[in-house]
């Protein structure tokens, strides 16, 4: 079965960095579009970024554009998200979602997710 398993989250200051990373098996992870989403206390899961199957274009919610990174390795099923200049408001559950369509912002068009992974910046 396909599983997608997030690491990397934790406790930072504001202005610190964390990389997540998401570990996927099960699927053909090199023809997925691979998107990390969030989810704050009280507020819909929202978009931060996507990546095509092999990594050629990438798109970011401008809330994180210029400060996160989402990178993939298909040799290694694993698809990252740099997370530098953290901001209080970047405090969520961070997912990771895998679609063998298109790229998208939209959560209802990915058809895997991983259980999350909790980031909490302190201001």
């Known amino acids: 079965q396909v599983q997608l398993v997030e690491s990397g989250g934790g406790l930072e200051q504001a202005g610190g960095s964390l990389r997540l990373s998401c570990a996927a098996s099960?699927?053909?992870?090199?023809?997925?579009?691979m998107g990390w989403f969030r989810q704050a206390p009280g507020k819909e899961r929202e978009f931060v970024a996507t990546?095509?199957?092999?990594?050629?274009?990438?798109y970011y919610a401008d809330s994180v554009k210029g400060r996160f990174t989402i990178s993939r390795d298909n040799a290694k099923n694993t698809v990252y998200l740099q997370m530098n200049s953290l901001k209080p408001e970047d405090t969520a559950i961070y997912y990771c979602?895998?679609?063998?369509?298109?790229?998208?912002?939209?959560?209802?068009?990915?058809?895997?997710w991983g259980q999350g992974t909790q980031v909490t910046v302190s201001s």
């Open positions: 979602a895998a679609n063998y369509g298109a790229t998208s912002y939209a959560p209802r068009e990915y058809d895997y």
């Open positions: 099960g699927l053909t992870f090199s023809s997925c579009a």
């Open positions: 990546i095509t199957p092999r990594g050629v274009y990438t």
